[in-house]
């Protein structure tokens, strides 16, 4: 361990003489129970955990499955968001994982489709916004199939809920520079953006701010408006 790595590591940990120590090997991580207070705690655990018992691998036959980098990632991108806008936009309400069904009470004796889980849901009094957040290599390469997926999160939510406008978005880190469209696909809107992490948190923030502030009023800083973005319209 380089030097400089472990005097940091020897300062932090002046931080929590009063914090017992436990057996990392023998620890039952299923005992953890996460609820409203607490709940910040849960993708720290999951990373931790990941951390513990994924970090020997090899190439040996088992029957676990080793996580991908990317799978990590994209968790922790989706739970960001959603703290995000959980503690940035107090006036509105924001929903992790709500679950959405489907617009149908007739399955003629065929098996019940499993019920749709949407990313974040932000909602006021007369709109509602499902963020579908997705974290790949290359943006671009998958927005045409995650549309097909945000689309059918809103038409049946929008079944659903008839008393707001509905609208959806595909948001992921920027990779090749920045992505800022506008799809009008059946009487809704869908957006897609990205938000660049490569940067100072203050400006992660503004970014963040702007992208939320588009859809939900008209007063976020340097607001793009709305034609701008490039639109598509559904035949």
Same mark, same amino acid.
């Given at each position: 361990?380089?030097?400089?790595?472990?005097?940091?590591?020897?300062?932090?940990?002046? +931080?929590?003489?009063?914090?017992?120590?436990?057996?990392? !090997?023998?620890?039952?991580?299923?005992?953890?129970?996460?609820?409203?207070?607490?709940?910040?705690?849960?993708?720290?655990?999951?990373?931790?955990?990941?951390?513990?018992?994924? /970090?020997?691998?090899?190439?040996?036959?088992?029957?676990?499955?080793?996580?991908?980098? &990317?799978?990590?990632? /994209?968790?922790?991108?989706?739970?960001?968001? +959603?703290?995000?806008?959980?503690?940035?936009?107090?006036?509105?309400?924001? #929903?992790?994982?709500?679950?959405?069904?489907?617009? /149908?009470?007739?399955?003629?004796?065929?098996?019940?489709?499993?019920? %749709?889980?949407?990313?974040? %849901?932000?909602?006021? &009094?007369?709109? !509602?916004?499902?963020? &579908?957040? !997705?974290?790949?290599?290359?943006?671009?390469? #998958?927005?045409?199939?995650?549309?097909?997926?945000?689309?059918?999160?809103?038409?049946?939510?929008?079944?659903?809920?008839?008393?707001?406008?509905?609208?959806?978005?595909?948001? +992921?880190?920027?990779?090749?520079?920045?992505?800022?469209?506008? +799809? %009008?696909?059946?009487?809704? #809107?869908?957006?897609?953006?990205?938000?660049?992490?490569?940067?100072?948190?203050?400006?992660?923030?503004?970014?963040?701010?702007?992208?939320?502030?588009?859809?939900?009023?008209?007063?976020?800083?340097?607001?793009?408006? %709305?034609?701008?973005?490039?639109?598509?319209?559904?035949?």
């Amino acid at each position: 361990m380089e030097k400089n790595i472990k005097r940091d590591i020897s300062k932090t940990l002046m +931080y929590f003489n009063e914090i017992d120590t436990i057996q990392i !090997k023998t620890f039952k991580w299923d005992i953890l129970v996460f609820n409203r207070n607490n709940f910040h705690y849960d993708t720290l655990m999951h990373f931790c955990r990941l951390i513990c018992e994924d /970090s020997i691998a090899n190439e040996d036959k088992g029957e676990k499955i080793f996580k991908t980098i &990317d799978t990590v990632l /994209s968790t922790l991108f989706e739970r960001f968001i +959603y703290g995000f806008y959980k503690k940035h936009r107090a006036d509105l309400y924001v #929903k992790h994982g709500k679950l959405i069904e489907w617009n /149908s009470n007739d399955y003629s004796g065929h098996d019940r489709p499993p019920r %749709m889980k949407s990313d974040i %849901m932000i909602v006021n &009094d007369t709109l !509602k916004l499902i963020i &579908d957040t !997705k974290f790949y290599r290359e943006t671009l390469d #998958k927005i045409s199939e995650n549309l097909y997926q945000i689309f059918a999160y809103v038409k049946n939510e929008a079944a659903a809920d008839k008393n707001r406008m509905l609208m959806g978005m595909l948001l +992921y880190p920027q990779v090749n520079g920045k992505v800022t469209r506008l +799809y %009008m696909l059946d009487g809704h #809107k869908f957006y897609v953006q990205t938000v660049d992490l490569n940067q100072e948190f203050s400006d992660i923030k503004r970014e963040l701010l702007e992208i939320c502030g588009l859809i939900f009023d008209c007063q976020a800083v340097n607001i793009v408006p %709305m034609n701008a973005l490039p639109i598509a319209i559904s035949p």
